[in-house]
Every structure is written in C-alpha cells, then in structure tokens.
T-cell receptor, first 119, second 116 residues
Framework: AQKITQTQPGMFVQEKEAVTLDCTYD???????LFWYKQPSSGEMIFLIY??????QNATEGRYSLNFQKARKSANLVISASQLGDSAMYFC????????????????FGQGTILTVHP | NAGVTQTPKFRVLKTGQSMTLLCAQD?????MYWYRQDPGMGLRLIHY???????AKGEVPDGYNVSRLKKQNFLLGLESAAPSQTSVYFC???????????????FGPGTRLTVL
C-alpha cells in the first residue's frame, strides 16, 4: 500500500487565491512527522512546513499552513494568497517514529502535485 | 553558510563509464542521504549514512556505492553506468534527533545525470 498518496497530479489557481494540495498517509506508528517540500522548475527541493503526529495545533509558516486531520490521516497543504512564484511541484513526505522498521527513520515521498498559478 | 552543495550539476556518461558525485554540508549534520528522482516516481532512497565512517543501503542501492570518510562529505559512486541510472540525484542531510520523526532533511540542488 502507498504510504503517501497525493491524488492531484496537477492543480491550477488564480493569483491571490488560496489553494489546497491534498495528502493522505498510511502508518500504524503513533509517532510520525509530515513534511511538505516545494520543487520549482530550477529543480531544488525546498522545505516548507512540518507537522508532528502529537502536535495539537496545525502548523503554519507564513502563507503556508498544514491542515492536519489525524483521524482521516490527511495532511493537506494550504497556500494562501497565491503568487506566481508558487508555481512548482509540491511533495508531501512522512517520517515514522519507529524508524519505519529501519535505523534511520525512512522518509517516504508522495508522487507530487504540480501547481500552476495563473495571473 | 552554504547548506548542502552537490557537484557536478550536470553530467553525461556513456554506458559502462564510472563517476563520483560529491555532496558536502556545512551544518554539522550527522545523517546524510542520497536519493534519485525519476519522472512520476517521487524520490527514492539509494544509500544513507548515520555518521562518519558508516553507510547503509536504502531502497534502490543496486549499481551504486557510497563513502563517508569525513562528516561533512558523502560520495555516491557509479562503477559502471547504465541507461537505467539516468535520473536526477539529490543529496540531503539532517541532525540525528532522538525523536527522529521530527527531523527535517535539507536537500542539495541536485545533479542531473544522463547515461547514453
């Protein structure tokens, strides 16, 4: 089974509007972290935001917020007031506390969502 | 503070040639990782290191070797390149927090490798 599922291959949003990128995850580990990364066309991977499984409040970082619904196992990224520079690929990733059965805390990525911001 | 750097940025190889990709980080991170990114497949872990002098296999280690002789450097080697190794390669690093699931990985800019 997929550990991280991003069901939206592509999303479009108008500049200055808000957009939600979906991410669902699958784990039986009570301790885990959820991460969002941005990959612009230049190729680098930029860390955006983190949410821990024990965090009571949704994480926020500037225009980025993470809508964490633990019971539904979803960790959607919300970008408010979209800008043209937000056009990029966005990856959701998870790191499990029981090290995912490994000694290094495997980081598992979804397949990504391409976001296009229209002027 | 340069973060994580990778050299080279681009490389074209012929089948059977060898090469080494260099990753360097200046954040004093214990953990370092090599990933490959293929279209439509997200990132997959090749090898990783939890400290100087240690390395271990990730999800897709075949055809690659690694070394971590210095804490700040992590090398990825291809001994005999194959077209299936055409990909974008990313290096990442992180601290070794006790609660590892809270540990953020920081990525280098990537190396685009084409094997003809």
């Amino acid at each position: 089974a997929q550990k991280i599922t991003q069901t939206q291959p592509g999303m479009f949003v108008q500049e200055k509007e808000a957009v939600t990128l979906d991410c669902t995850y699958d784990t039986s580990d009570p301790s885990y972290g959820l991460f969002w990364y941005k990959q612009p066309s230049s190729g680098e991977m930029i860390f955006l935001i983190y949410q821990g499984s024990y965090d009571q409040q949704n994480a926020t970082e500037g225009r980025y917020s993470l809508n964490f619904q633990k019971a539904r196992k979803s960790a959607n990224l919300v970008i408010s007031a979209s800008q043209l520079g937000d056009s990029a690929m966005y990856f959701c990733a998870m790191r499990e506390g029981n090290a995912g059965g490994t000694s290094y805390g495997k980081l598992t990525f979804g397949q990504g969502t391409i976001l296009t911001v229209h002027p | 503070n340069a973060g994580v750097t990778q050299t080279p940025k681009f490389r074209v190889l012929k089948t059977g040639q060898s090469m080494t990709l260099l990753c360097a980080q200046d954040m004093n991170h214990e953990y370092m990782y090599w990933y490959r990114q293929d279209p439509g497949m997200g990132l997959r872990l090749i090898h990783y290191s939890v400290g100087e002098g240690t390395t271990a296999k990730g999800e897709v280690p075949d055809g690659y070797n690694v070394s971590r002789l210095k804490k700040q450097n992590f090398l990825l080697g291809l001994e005999s390149a194959a077209p299936s190794q055409t990909s974008v390669y990313f290096c990442a690093s992180s601290y070794s927090l006790v609660e590892i699931y809270t540990d953020t990985q920081y990525f280098g800019p990537g190396t685009r490798l084409t094997v003809l």
